[in-house]
């Protein structure tokens, strides 16, 4: 079943704004642009630690050695440098108090067991539910598309020649160790306070208005490695991990945010120590992905692990706080927000699908610091998530729409 159709883009009058970019926009540079950085390896290594540093080689070379010159090629020539490899595109002279800050990120968390990653290519859209062309490789929809939107948009906004009297902050961001460090530096690097912040994810045209936050707790459990032929000998660290699943299906929480959802504490990784022939693990390391609502305290929310998992004896069992993302909520009656959703209706002739996310995103960190934030972007057509990433073409080209529209009605 088709999960949406083509992108419905309605006949814009050139003499509009929104004919003025639709006659603008090079559509050609930006699906050319999509498969030169869907080429780029940007992945996070498959193993138990999915964590990745934002300097770490593979994203220097990306931001520094492809990203960078490209930006400086449409005359993005003031950068800032947010320290550990996170780049900041400083556009407009600021004399108007409107300034709106745009992410995206470089590391490509999912889809990791696609064949032929990295060589990005045009299929046909069938397969993956849509109509028309929409374009493959590992990390298109996470980020190749909305780096290659924001180039385009550029080479747009310099080809109509409207000069920004406002401010626009377009981040290129490295955040893949699910904290909010990278976005923390980027704001504290910047000469004044955004009043709105889109962050370009694979949302499937929607825009999210929130999402939950998330505390990775960290468990390890220490038994007694033995030899399979004399299991009583020692403490299956195995049955020890099977004892953490069951003290942690006890927890539950009586409310629920409206909007939001309900709280979960889910292991997401498990790796045990020593596998040898026949050798029963002594040690077992494991993730939780407990979800937080706005309101809760990770420090709180590891304390409760901490206590649904006390006496699991003969094991040794230490429980602590990982990396924490915040959750993040938006006032529908925003006027930026309302803005964005004009500039949406003159691309598709209609408002975007508004909705709530499950993921946990870095909207908790623009939002903690009280910059309303929403998530929005092509993508999300393929098999999330760990087949194929696709995104259809029509919906990229239409993100740099509404994008440039919001940018040039807000700030020009």
Request: glycine residues 10%; contains cysteine.
């Given at each position: 079943m088709a999960r949406h159709g083509s992108g419905g883009r309605v006949a814009a009058d050139p003499e509009t704004l929104a004919g003025r970019i639709d006659a603008t926009l090079d559509r050609g540079f930006l699906l050319?642009?999509?498969?030169?950085?869907g080429r780029v390896p940007t992945d996070v290594p498959v193993g138990f630690d999915t964590l990745i540093d934002p300097d770490d080689p593979k994203l220097v070379h990306y931001v520094q050695e492809v990203m960078r010159p490209r930006l400086i090629a449409e005359g993005a020539?003031?950068?800032?440098?947010?320290?550990?490899?996170?780049?900041?595109?400083?556009?407009?002279?600021?004399?108007?108090?409107?300034?709106?800050?745009?992410?995206?990120?470089?590391?490509?968390?999912?889809?990791?067991?696609?064949?032929?990653?990295?060589?990005?290519?045009v299929a046909d859209g069938a397969a993956y539910g849509r109509e028309g062309p929409v374009a493959?490789?590992?990390?298109?929809?996470?980020?190749?598309?909305h780096q290659a939107v924001m180039l385009a948009v550029l080479r747009l906004?310099?080809?109509?020649?409207?000069?920004?009297?406002?401010?626009?902050?377009?981040?290129?961001?490295?955040?893949?160790?699910s904290s909010h460090d990278c976005t923390n530096a980027i704001l504290e690097r910047l000469d004044r306070r955004p009043n709105f912040a889109v962050l370009q994810l694979n949302q499937r045209m929607g825009i999210s208005l929130g999402n939950?936050?998330?505390?990775?707790v960290d468990v390890r459990l220490r038994g007694r490695t033995t030899h399979s032929s004399t299991p009583d000998a020692g403490a299956n660290a195995i049955e020890g991990a099977a004892l953490v699943v069951e003290r942690l299906r006890t927890l539950s929480w009586q409310d629920r945010h409206e909007l939001l959802g309900g709280r979960h504490a889910h292991v997401y990784k498990l790796e045990l120590?020593?596998?040898?022939?026949?050798?029963?693990?002594?040690?077992?390391?494991?993730?939780?992905?407990?979800?937080?609502?706005?309101?809760?305290?990770?420090?709180?929310?590891?304390?409760?692990?901490?206590?649904?998992?006390?006496?699991?004896?003969?094991?040794?069992?230490?429980?602590e706080r990982g990396v924490t993302m915040l959750p993040s909520l938006i006032d529908p009656a925003d006027p930026w927000l309302a803005s964005m959703q004009q500039a949406f209706i003159a691309a598709r002739g209609r408002a975007a699908p508004v909705f709530y996310s499950p993921g946990c995103f870095d909207a908790g960190a623009t939002s903690a610091r009280g910059?309303?934030?929403?998530?929005?972007?092509?993508?999300?057509?393929g098999d999330w998530p760990t087949g194929d990433d696709a995104v259809a073409i029509v919906d990229v080209e239409d993100e740099?729409?509404?994008l440039a529209q919001l940018i040039l009605t807000e700030l020009a």
């Open positions: 050319d642009t999509l498969l030169d950085l020539d003031d950068l800032i440098d947010a320290g550990r490899n996170e780049l900041v595109l400083r556009l407009g002279s600021g004399e108007r108090e409107r300034c709106l800050l745009i992410q995206n990120y470089t590391p490509a968390q999912h889809h990791n067991l696609m064949q032929r990653p990295f060589d990005a290519r493959v490789g590992q990390g298109v929809s996470q980020n190749k598309a906004l310099r080809e109509l020649g409207t000069p920004l009297r406002g401010q626009l902050y377009w981040t290129v961001n490295n955040e893949g160790r939950r936050g998330r505390v990775d120590d020593p596998v040898a022939p026949h050798t029963i693990p002594g040690l077992a390391r494991l993730t939780i992905d407990r979800r937080l609502l706005p309101g809760d305290d990770p420090d709180a929310a590891t304390e409760e692990i901490r206590d649904a998992l006390a006496g699991l004896g003969p094991f040794d069992v230490t429980v910059i309303p934030t929403v998530s929005f972007g092509a993508g999300g057509d740099a729409r509404v």
